[in-house]
C-alpha cells in the first residue's frame, strides 16, 4: 500500500516538472535562427522566407530572429551552440555534421550524385529520415534538407584538369572531411577557411583557389578576386535546417504544427531557388567580365572523377556499412 501510496506521488512530481518545463499555451515563442552565408544566398533568403511564413502562420505569437553570415556563430560553433540551447534553429553543410554524427559525410563523396532528382530520393526519403533519427540522441532534430548546389573551383589560374591544382592551396569549408579528402585527392593542399573570410585570403594569396557552390562563390563577390572558374562539381553542398531537440519537445502542438508546415513551404523555396540563383548568378558573373567560366568537356571532366575514385573508396571505408549508408549507395548507384 505504501509503495503505491510512493509511486502516485513520484508520478505526480514528474508531472510537476514535465507540465513546468513545457512551454505554456499563450507565452509568446522566440527563436534564434543562425547561419553563415549572405542574405542572398537560397539558405540565407529560404530563412528569411521561414521567418515570415512562421509569423504569418502564428499570427506573430511565434517571432524568428536571423543571424545570417555567420554574425552569431561560426561553422563548428554553431553546432555546440545549438547543442547548448544558446540558438535554436541553425543549417549547416550536411558535411559539418560528420563531426557528431559520422554518417552525414556521405553527402561528400565526390561525385555521388548525378543530379537533384537523386539528391531528394535520398534526402526526402528512408536514408534521409534515418540520418536525422541520429541527431536525437545528440540533442539535434532535423527538420528538412535544403540544396546549395554542386561545388566549383576557382583560382587566378585555368583549372581543366587535376594536374593544373597540384601543390596548389585550395580554401575549403571548415570542418568537413570530405572536403579535405576531396582537395587532397586532387593533389592539392586543403586550407580550412570561414565562408566569410574567404574572400580576403584569396585577395592577400594566402590561398591559391578556392572550392564553392556558384551560389556562394556571387554571393562572397568572390569574381574580384578569381580570374578563373571550373564547373567540376565534384561533389554535392546542401544543409540540414535543424532544431534544438529540448526546445522542439516543449512546444505546445499548434507550435509544432505551424513551424513544420513553414518549414515544408520554406523548403520548397530553398530548392527552387538553389537551381534558379544558380543559373542566374553564373550568368551574373560572366557579366562580370572578371570572372572566366570554363565548363569542361567529357575528357576533362572525366579525369576529375577518376583522380577522386580512391576517394570515393577510402570515404565509404571510412563511413562503415550502416543501413542508410546502403540505401543511400543503392539509390545513387554507387559502389563502394
Ligand atoms: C562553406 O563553409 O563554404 C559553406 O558550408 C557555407 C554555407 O553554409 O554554405
Given amino acids: 500500500m505504501e509503495k503505491i501510496m510512493l509511486k502516485k506521488i513520484l508520478f505526480f512530481l514528474l508531472c510537476l516538472v514535465v507540465t513546468s518545463n513545457a512551454i505554456a499555451e499563450d507565452e509568446p515563442i522566440r527563436l534564434k ?19 515570415d511564413r512562421v509569423h504569418d502562420l502564428t499570427n506573430g505569437r511565434i517571432e524568428i530572429e536571423i543571424y545570417p553570415e555567420g554574425k552569431l556563430y561560426k561553422d563548428k560553433d554553431e553546432i555546440e551552440a545549438l547543442q547548448r540551447g544558446d ?56 527538420l528538412a534538407y535544403w540544396d546549395s548546389g554542386f561545388k ?25 572531411v570530405g572536403s579535405e579528402l576531396q582537395i587532397k585527392g586532387l593533389q592539392a593542399v586543403p586550407i580550412a577557411i570561414p565562408v566569410a573570410e574567404q574572400y580576403q585570403a584569396l585577395q592577400k594569396g594566402t590561398v591559391d583557389g578556392a572550392e564553392n557552390p556558384i551560389v556562394n562563390f556571387y554571393t562572397q563577390n568572390l569574381y574580384e578576386v578569381q580570374k578563373h572558374l571550373t564547373l567540376t562539381e565534384h561533389g554535392f553542398l546542401g544543409y540540414a535546417v535543424i532544431i534544438n531537440k529540448d526546445f522542439w519537445d516543449k512546444l505546445p502542438d499548434w507550435a509544432r504544427s505551424a513551424l513544420t508546415k513553414a518549414m515544408a513551404n520554406a523548403t520548397d523555396y530553398a530548392n527552387n531557388l538553389a537551381r534558379n540563383h544558380a543559373k542566374e548568378y553564373l550568368l551574373k558573373i560572366t557579366q562580370t567580365g572578371k570572372t572566366e567560366v ?22 565509404a571505408q571510412r563511413l562503415g556499412t550502416d543501413e542508410a549508408l546502403k540505401a543511400i549507395y543503392q539509390t545513387t548507384g554507387f559502389t563502394p
Wanted: aromatic share 10%; charged share 25%.
Fill in 152 to 176: 566549383v573551383l576557382s583560382a587566378n589560374f585555368s583549372i581543366k584538369t587535376p594536374a593544373d591544382l597540384k601543390g596548389k592551396k585550395i580554401r575549403i569549408q571548415p570542418a568537413i
Fill in 87 to 142: 540558438v535554436q534553429i541553425i543549417a549547416p553543410a550536411l558535411g559539418k555534421l560528420g563531426a557528431i554524427v559520422p554518417e552525414f559525410g556521405v553527402f561528400d563523396i565526390p561525385y555521388l550524385f548525378d543530379n537533384y532528382i537523386k539528391v531528394h530520393e535520398v534526402a526526402n526519403g528512408s536514408p534521409g529520415r534515418q540520418l536525422f533519427g541520429k541527431l536525437e540522441s545528440k540533442g539535434m532534430r532535423g
Fill in 294 to 315: 570554363n565548363v569542361l568537356i567529357p575528357e576533362e571532366r572525366e579525369s576529375f572523377k577518376k583522380a577522386l575514385v580512391p576517394v570515393q573508396k577510402e570515404m
Fill in 33 to 51: 535562427f543562425s547561419h553563415v552565408v549572405s542574405n542572398d544566398t537560397p539558405k540565407g533568403r529560404a530563412a528569411d522566407f521561414f521567418k
